[in-house]
């Protein structure tokens, strides 16, 4: 192997995961892929993870595992902190350096706050931790809520989505279904019936990217199923009990879900490359960086060029297409012919929003699926992106068990940190701060009905 050719690829998502496995299975391709995890998280599900429908092992895979029959791809556990372009070498956390004769940085994204005051006393849900921490958060409410009842009167169970995207939408169908079915029969002494899930987004319809007969469905599903729609609102501040919006509305909360937007990995920074839109690093369309022959920059850590002029969306797909394109115009560098720009096929855009309801654009065209055909559409492009045969087997036997009994398996309250609260001092902190002029209290002691709140387009869709 000393003849062969060394590409260091950051990142064991679905673009460097991609790109490892296209280019082992070249004999003259020594590969070496970094990642600060020893697994890939299929980051779509986590979600579930959060609501108790999957296991933690179930949406995430070894990347030693994955590779295992590769010779010549080495795995290596450690966090990047630095790229010198160049020189296609890489800094870790450790000290060490790594160099290649080409470099793939794939090292993903990270929660875009966009600068809300408070931001830092929210739950992300962008890694397998933000699962499990939320998760814990989420029945740990419920359990100290259990214990002492009184707490409902300070938003102990309302629980409030910020981003009506997919992974908030998807959030948000799953907590209401959690709260509807599943947890009555294990909170037998408290009122689960007055928890509270809010979703909240500036723009005015749910599911934006999407066509407006969807926009119109899924609002109407999440509102069957009992969440409120807050549209046209944006987050103002977020403490550690309570959340303000931009019309000046406060809502008691314990657990705010960020699922707002996305932002290029620190790493980013760190790359000593031109950085624009979301701090994503542009390159051109072979995925290559300007100026810098042999590096590739892929998935959520690049901004893309689009054919309209604008760039890729961030998406599992284009980092998966993205992540097999790189290798091959590597190949074509080792060859000495001419790099290919990427062409991304788009196969459309999905999103489950209840147990029964999903919705579903294919192709470019975005044909529109709902419901039950989209939902069985849904389960099986994502038990196949697993990648897994046991975790996709575990993923099945768990969506059929929870279709079928409306229970869930994985409610485990592992992570006391998240779960913890000090409902004292949040007593002693409101008391002292007093009543802020400008807010107003939004419980369900409230004279004026909730419903009221809500903009003319959305009002709930009683079933």
Known sequence: MTDSHHVVIVGGGFAGLAAARRLAKRPDIRVTLIDKHNYRQFQALLYQVATGQLASTDVATSLRKQLRKH???????????????AAKQVTLASGETIQGDFLVVAAGSQPNFFHTPGAEHSFPLYSLEDAQRLRSRILGLFEAADRDPSLLDRGALNFVIVGAGPTGTETAGALSELIRDVLPDQYQDLAVHQARVILVDLAPTVLPPYSGKTHQYAAKVLQRDGVELRLGTSVKQIHKDRVVLSDATTIPTHCVIWSGGIMAAPLAANAGLPQGRGGRIDVQPDLSVPGRPGVYVLGDLANIPAPDGGSLPQLGSV????????ARNIEAQIKGTPLKPFRYHDRGVMAMIGRNAAAAELGRRRYQLHGRIARALWLGVHAWLLGDARAHVAAVINWTWDRVTNSRGAQLLDRPDAARIDWDQDRDH???AGPDPEDHLDTRDRAVSRDASLPPVIQPVRS
């Open 71 to 85: 010779r010549n791809v080495a795995v290596k556990l450690g966090e990047v902190t630095a790229v010198d372009a």
């Open 430 to 432: 409101a008391a002292a």
């Open 319 to 326: 980092a998966l297409q993205s992540g097999r394109w790189a």
